[in-house]
């Protein structure tokens, strides 16, 4: 069994920066697949990051690339997400989820365990 436990969300103004961490316990996550969701209201959770075990791989979606970076520390067994340039549609609740590869990375039913999520408000 893996928990999950987010943190680093905030209120922010647009163009700011704010650091996610989602930390690992029970279990180590070292070998698992770790994903950044959001869910903004009245939308689906979408793909933001993800990462592989060894941080051989990171994919991002379109609408964070260049300005998101996703990283882990397995000692810590702690992924991070770093935010920059953020703009109002950024405002969601943030999940991080773990899976054990092979995975599609995109896909939230692919991820075994999920955090209870934090929130990011960017006001413009």
């Known amino acids: 069994q893996v928990q999950l436990v987010e943190s680093g969300g905030g209120l922010v103004q647009a163009g700011g920066s704010l650091r996610l961490s989602c930390a690992a316990s029970?279990?180590?996550?070292?070998?698992?697949?770790v994903g950044w969701f959001r869910q903004a209201p009245g939308k689906e959770r979408e793909f933001v990051a993800a990462?592989?075990?060894?941080?051989?791989?990171?994919y991002y979606a379109d609408s964070v690339k260049g300005r998101f970076t996703i990283s882990r520390d397995n000692a810590k067994n702690t992924v991070y997400l770093q935010m920059a340039s953020l703009k109002s549609e950024d405002t969601a609740v943030y999940y991080c989820?773990?899976?054990?590869?092979?995975?599609?990375?995109?896909?939230?039913?692919?991820?075994?365990?999920w955090g209870q999520g934090t929130q990011v408000t960017v006001s413009s």
């Open positions: 989820g773990a899976g054990r590869p092979p995975l599609a990375v995109g896909t939230p039913t692919s991820y075994d365990y």
């Open positions: 029970g279990r180590t996550v070292s070998s698992y697949v």
């Open positions: 990462i592989t075990w060894r941080a051989d791989n990171t």
